[in-house]
Nanobody
Framework: QLQLVESGGGLVQPRGSLRLACAASGSTLNYNAIGWFRQAPGKEREGVSC???????NYAESVKGRFTISRDNAKNTVYLQMNSLKPEDTAVYYC????????????????????WGQGTQVTVSS
């Protein structure tokens, strides 16, 4: 049974940086697309970034140029480097595995992802 565990969240000042990690156990992520989502209080979950098994990447417009997604298949881990953070980036961040039927990133509809981590809180505040 695949398990995903996010880490790296915390409190950071505006314009600061954080690196989130999504570590997998129980199964390999090497061939799957992995997405990062976030959910702020009172708002719907939204897609942030996705990386395919082949390394192709997608980003939401709101984070383009500031966030970078990457993967280390040897460590079975996907990362989200977040730079130039803004207060509006405050949310719980989740990683999720795209359903195996998708070879590329399937967009950011949550129902296209079948395994989710428990989330890690990111708070951007001075």
């Amino acid at each position: 049974q695949l398990q995903l565990v996010e880490s790296g969240g915390g409190l950071v000042q505006p314009r600061g940086s954080l690196r989130l990690a999504c570590a997998a156990s129980g199964s390999t992520l090497n061939y799957n697309a992995i997405g990062w989502f976030r959910q702020a209080p009172g708002k719907e979950r939204e897609g942030v970034s996705c990386i395919s098994g082949g390394g192709s990447t997608n980003y939401a417009e709101s984070v383009k140029g500031r966030f970078t997604i990457s993967r280390d298949n040897a460590k079975n881990t996907v990362y989200l480097q977040m730079n130039s953070l803004k207060p509006e980036d405050t949310a719980v961040y989740y990683c999720a595995r795209a359903r195996a039927t998708y070879s590329a990133c399937p967009g950011f509809s949550p129902n296209k992802y079948d395994y989710w981590g428990q989330g890690t809180q990111v708070t951007v505040s001075s």
